[in-house]
């Protein structure tokens, strides 16, 4: 069934964001004289919100049991320099303006749904030139939940009208696709972004692609 509503991630999906959370991190962290990570550690860091983002940076794992010494000053000083510093080195992945335009053209309805709150979502989304092609868009403190639950994509598919077997999920995570699939969406990973401690296999998407405008053929030769 060709889908009807196309519901994005955001960072690892759309963005390729990594390297300025990376600088935002490791300067919050320089300033509380902590060790320094890696992009390729913080990277694997990335998709449950800014906040255990900066936990898993302190504690130097994905796992973080309770919050860490330093959080709350190492948050304030992430959050400021974010803040100020969202749009220095991230950059759209290749094809995705051309993509979001053919999707539109087709017809479909646009949201993304994604773990960031919405202080950095907004201002993000416009500084690069996503949001006018977006009928919805959904941040981390916008629903009761946050990916993976499914709540965020049953109640954006709700607000735009459209049911879940008409509702494709994009993602690059297991948070992601997880989500999709609990909501009962089509669920399309895609290779290039965060995913992470996992594999493509892990994910376990009914679909995976390599680069964002793949998309349209997939859809195109959906029965």
Request: hydrophobic share 45%; with cysteine; aromatic share 10%.
């Amino acid at each position: 069934m060709k889908p009807e509503l196309i519901i994005f991630d955001l960072d690892g999906t759309l963005i390729d964001s990594a390297p300025d959370l990376v600088e935002a991190v490791n300067f919050a962290l320089s300033q509380l004289n902590k060790p320094l990570h890696s992009q390729a550690s913080i990277q694997q860091w990335i998709g449950n919100g800014a906040d255990v983002l900066v936990k898993r940076s302190l504690v130097g794992s994905w796992h973080v049991e309770s919050d860490p010494v330093d959080f709350d000053a190492a948050f304030a000083l992430f959050k400021t320099y974010y803040a100020a510093n969202d749009w220095v080195h991230s950059r759209l992945y290749d094809g995705v303006m051309n993509t979001l335009q053919e999707l539109k053209r087709m017809g479909l309805k646009l949201a993304c749904v994604t773990n960031k709150t919405a202080r950095f979502t907004n201002p993000l989304m416009e500084t690069a030139g996503l949001a006018p092609y977006f009928d919805f868009i959904a941040s981390g403190d916008t629903f009761s939940e946050m990916k993976p639950s499914p709540i965020p994509l049953l109640e954006t598919a709700k607000k735009i009208g459209v049911d879940p077997e008409k509702t494709w999920m994009i993602g690059d995570s297991i948070n992601d696709i997880s989500a999709g699939n609990q909501a009962d969406f089509k669920t399309v990973a895609v290779s290039y972004g965060y995913a992470g401690q996992y594999t493509m296999a892990d994910l376990n998407a009914t679909y995976t692609l390599n680069s964002l405008p793949e998309l349209v053929a997939l859809i195109q030769n959906e029965i």
